[in-house]
């Protein structure tokens, strides 16, 4: 299997990336980046950043997260759709959350109630839910320091 690698999001990869927002369930989920996000990512202040995950040199899924006030991070994992189903998203996921890890107290991850691919992802990789906002949205959080 090729070697899994996370880095900072570059501009340029929106080209290898843009068509998974094509996607029908994609697009239900999350929204496309735009100048806006662009700008957000950017931001050298804004406590928000965004990696891209490789395998080999082919994008497999992108990941933004943003650093909340008390040492844990909101993440948001978008995984390439010809993608879905053979375990990428969890490769993924646990790759970033054992090198967040390093810097951080938990993460959290915000899913709608329908969105099963997310609740399964979140699921398998120990998240815990906490709580359900009026819109629908779980919130579940992971411990990163915690022993299994």
């Given at each position: 299997?090729?070697?899994?690698?996370?880095?900072?999001?570059?501009?340029?990869?929106?080209?290898?990336?843009?068509h998974w927002f094509?996607?029908?369930?994609?697009?239900?989920?999350?929204?496309?980046?735009?100048?806006?996000?662009?700008?957000?990512?950017?931001?050298?202040?804004?406590?928000?950043?965004?990696?891209?995950?490789?395998?080999?040199?082919?994008?497999?899924?992108?990941?933004?997260?943003?650093?909340?006030?008390?040492?844990?991070?909101?993440?948001?994992?978008?995984?390439?759709?010809?993608?879905?189903?053979?375990?990428?998203?969890?490769?993924?996921?646990?790759?970033?959350?054992?090198?967040?890890?390093?810097?951080?107290?938990?993460?959290?991850?915000?899913?709608?109630?329908?969105?099963?691919?997310?609740?399964?992802?979140?699921?398998?990789?120990?998240?815990?839910?906490?709580?359900?906002?009026?819109?629908?949205?779980?919130?579940?959080?992971?411990?990163?320091?915690?022993?299994?």
């Amino acid at each position: 299997m090729p070697l899994l690698r996370l880095r900072r999001f570059d501009p340029l990869d929106i080209d290898a990336c843009a068509h998974w927002f094509d996607d029908t369930e994609t697009a239900r989920w999350v929204p496309a980046p735009d100048k806006d996000w662009f700008d957000y990512i950017s931001d050298p202040d804004g406590g928000a950043v965004a990696e891209i995950a490789t395998l080999g040199n082919v994008p497999v899924a992108l990941i933004q997260y943003d650093v909340e006030g008390d040492n844990g991070i909101s993440l948001l994992i978008t995984v390439d759709p010809a993608r879905r189903g053979q375990g990428v998203g969890w490769r993924v996921l646990d790759a970033f959350l054992h090198r967040a890890a390093e810097r951080f107290e938990y993460a959290d991850a915000y899913v709608a109630h329908e969105n099963a691919t997310a609740l399964a992802l979140v699921r398998h990789c120990r998240f815990r839910p906490l709580a359900t906002d009026a819109e629908g949205f779980i919130q579940f959080r992971r411990l990163l320091r915690e022993t299994p």
